[in-house]
């Protein structure tokens, strides 16, 4: 895939609060495009993966608004125009309003979006998907 938008991106997580749109790109990463629409502290979405917390790293780009990751002794805000990476070992924050666009190793990606989904449907949580 050389190229993708948010309109184009072949796979789609939603829930209230998140929308996520999902490419997963040749090389090995895969992009997410995401629409907050309610702040959010997603730990409880983590729970089962190493520390109960994501191990994915990440590179993004904050478009709108602003988005938070937690670690065990601190937490990182970023803000509209901040471009980021966030080390393995956090679990999210979100904030109404924000938009964001991150990059992530695929396969990493791949073992974490199964966990999320478990924790998401035993916690009752109706999620649209397409893929």
Same mark, same amino acid.
């Not at 990463?29 to 790293?57: K, M, N, T, W």
């Given at each position: 895939?050389?190229?993708?938008?948010?309109?184009?991106?072949?796979?789609?997580?939603?829930?209230?609060?998140?929308?996520?749109?999902?490419?997963?790109?040749?090389?090995?990463?895969?992009?997410?495009?995401?629409?907050?629409?309610?702040?959010?502290?997603?730990?409880?979405?983590?729970?089962?993966?190493?520390?109960?917390?994501?191990?994915?790293?990440?590179?993004?780009?904050?478009?709108?608004?602003?988005?938070?990751?937690?670690?065990?002794?601190? !937490?990182?805000?970023?803000?509209?125009?901040?471009?980021?990476?966030?080390?393995?070992?956090?679990?999210?924050?979100?904030?109404?309003?924000?938009?964001?666009? !991150?990059?992530?190793?695929? !396969?990493?990606?791949?073992?974490?979006?199964?966990?999320?989904?478990?924790?998401?449907?035993?916690?009752?949580?109706?999620?649209?998907?397409?893929?």
């Amino acid at each position: 895939m050389p190229n993708v938008s948010k309109e184009t991106a072949s796979e789609k997580i939603a829930f209230e609060g998140l929308d996520v749109r999902l490419e997963n790109l040749d090389g090995g990463y895969s992009v997410c495009f995401e629409s907050h629409s309610a702040d959010a502290d997603l730990a409880d979405l983590f729970r089962g993966l190493p520390e109960d917390r994501a191990q994915i790293p990440r590179w993004g780009y904050v478009i709108k608004g602003k988005v938070g990751f937690r670690f065990s002794h601190r !937490e990182e805000t970023y803000a509209a125009g901040d471009a980021y990476y966030v080390a393995p070992g956090h679990t999210p924050v979100h904030y109404a309003g924000a938009e964001i666009v !991150e990059f992530s190793p695929t !396969e990493i990606l791949g073992e974490t979006i199964p966990v999320v989904m478990r924790n998401l449907e035993a916690a009752g949580v109706e999620v649209g998907s397409t893929s």
